[in-house]
């Protein structure tokens, strides 16, 4: 059961590996083998990455709750985890097996699905794996780490024939998809803007000038995987990795690619934004992270633009954005020209005309409805059935790492300043007033700890590039050997 990375990448990329009938050799293009999975037979399930405060136990519960899955193994780098699982599953007759390292479910034919719930840096090159090992793959948001791997993902499932779905469970909600049909009749009339906002305290993570104490027995080679080895400075490990960007992707890239989702959703964009812009930063309080935690992002199509607020300091004064829904948190708005619709969470929405009347209610769904519909993929083979396939979680994504490039291409600015895209747009300029207020509130100083205007940044949607050399190198990163991004 030993295998190397290197070995294993060889392998999976067919260049070395014969097959058994006739001693023929595999190819990228002839997908490995995978267990053929009839309507009534039970699919196994890998779950990969259970820390202490991560997705991987509702995973997990996803799983379970189907009848249909026998959950086969869970894998953590971190041997703690193992204890973590067997108390969750104390009562479950059937238990899975622990693995410290992923690579040796790739090697299990038996195994139909890997769940992945890793880290970000990990998704997109875990997904990759899988699929070229045979196996059919859902991944949490953000399905990438930058915006190329997204695409690179999205170019072997299709290569190859695999069911992957990223782990938006909006997609899947009952009420969610009612409301997404009433924008889509026309209710509301011309929609040509949405609004996707995260309201929610972030503290901070310390700062501290030593390296994370690490778990005992913990694989750290294999925790940093394509990221560069080398022990981060603060507190903890787990969780605070979301907000460096060596392996995060900070709130814009965290909780708001549920709500870009919904968001480009509505409009129903297929592609990459034209432009984007984004501003703020690390606001409030000095610590060992390098993400914003403050942030307003600008995405503009030719006819539509969507804005994405995240605010990460206290509450002072409860938004009340869209007035006859009440304060939001972290909530979704389109708004038309005959009416708008909030989206507070992941499964309801309400609609209102300009004079206050009602005009619908949606509710209804869980989290249990897209580990259902992968399965049902998964089944069929067809993956149009999929409510969140990998390209549309690619799409939503990567307008979360185009705006974090953006920004870390930004300079120094001081409050008030403003950027020129959509600056005509009444609701956009809105939101930075509140935005603005909102930091007052929290009394932040920009020259304590900066505020940045990120540049802004045209995009060629048939490319997924920039014409900004600077940032087109920031659309990808550089892979440590062995955990390299295999490109179809």
């Not at 900070?250 to 509505?266: I, V, Y």
Request: aromatic share 8%; with cysteine.
């Amino acid at each position: 059961m030993s295998l190397t990375r290197r070995s294993f990448v060889e392998r999976a990329l067919g260049l070395a590996a014969a097959a058994t009938a006739g001693d023929r050799i595999m190819t990228a293009a002839e997908p490995a083998a995978a267990r053929p999975v009839g309507p009534n037979d039970r699919i196994r399930v890998a779950v990969v990455g259970v820390g202490p405060t991560g997705r991987g136990f509702s995973h997990i519960a996803g799983w379970l709750g189907n009848p249909g899955v026998e959950l086969a193994a869970i894998c953590d780098c971190d041997p703690e985890a193992e204890g973590r699982v067997a108390k969750r599953l104390e009562k479950q007759p059937a238990k899975p097996r622990f693995e410290k390292d992923f690579r040796r479910l790739l090697e299990d034919d038996s195994i139909d699905v890997i769940s992945i719930a890793t880290p970000n840096h990990w998704h997109a090159l875990m997904a990759i794996w899988a699929m070229q090992a045979g196996k059919d793959v859902y991944v949490e948001k953000p399905c990438s780490h930058n915006v190329e791997e997204g695409r690179v993902a999205t170019q072997w499932a299709r290569k190859l024939g695999r069911m992957c779905q990223m782990g938006a469970q909006s997609r899947s909600m009952t009420g969610m998809r009612q409301a997404i049909e009433f924008i889509h009749s026309g209710a509301i009339g011309k929609v040509s803007l949405a609004h996707a906002l995260c309201y929610k305290r972030r503290k901070s993570i310390g700062l501290v000038d030593t390296p994370a104490p690490l778990p005992a027995g913990l694989d750290f080679d294999l925790w940093a995987g394509p990221a560069p080895a080398v022990v981060p400075h603060r507190e903890r490990l787990h969780y605070d990795w979301h907000w460096n960007r060596q392996t995060g992707n900070g709130d814009l890239g965290n909780q708001n690619p549920h709500e870009l989702d919904k968001a480009r959703w509505g409009l129903g964009k297929q592609t990459l934004p034209a432009r984007v812009v984004s501003l703020g930063g690390r606001l409030g309080y000095r610590d060992n992270g390098d993400t914003a935690n403050s942030q307003i992002t600008l995405f503009q199509w030719d006819d539509v633009t969507v804005i994405s607020e995240v605010r990460g300091l206290e509450l002072k004064t409860a938004p009340t954005i869209a007035r006859q829904a009440g304060p939001v948190a972290v909530a979704n708005i389109w708004w038309g020209n005959e009416g708008y619709v909030v989206a507070p969470s992941y499964n309801n929405a309400v609609a209102f005309d300009y004079d206050g009347k009602q005009l619908g209610k949606w509710s209804g769904g869980s989290d249990q409805l897209h580990y259902d519909n992968f399965l049902e993929a998964v089944r069929s083979r067809d993956r149009s059935h999929l409510h969140l396939d990998i390209e549309d979680g690619h799409l939503s994504s990567a307008m979360a790492h185009l705006g974090n490039v953006s920004w870390e291409l930004g300079e120094k600015a001081s409050l008030g300043t403003r950027p020129k895209l959509a600056a005509d747009e009444p609701r956009v300029a809105e939101t930075f007033a509140a935005f603005e207020a909102h930091l007052r509130d929290n009394a932040v100083d920009a020259a304590d700890t900066p505020y940045v205007l990120g540049r802004e940044l045209a995009i060629d949607a048939a490319t997924e590039r920039s014409s900004d050399a600077e940032a087109n190198a920031r659309f990808t990163r550089e892979y440590r050997k062995g955990y390299e991004l295999p490109r179809a």
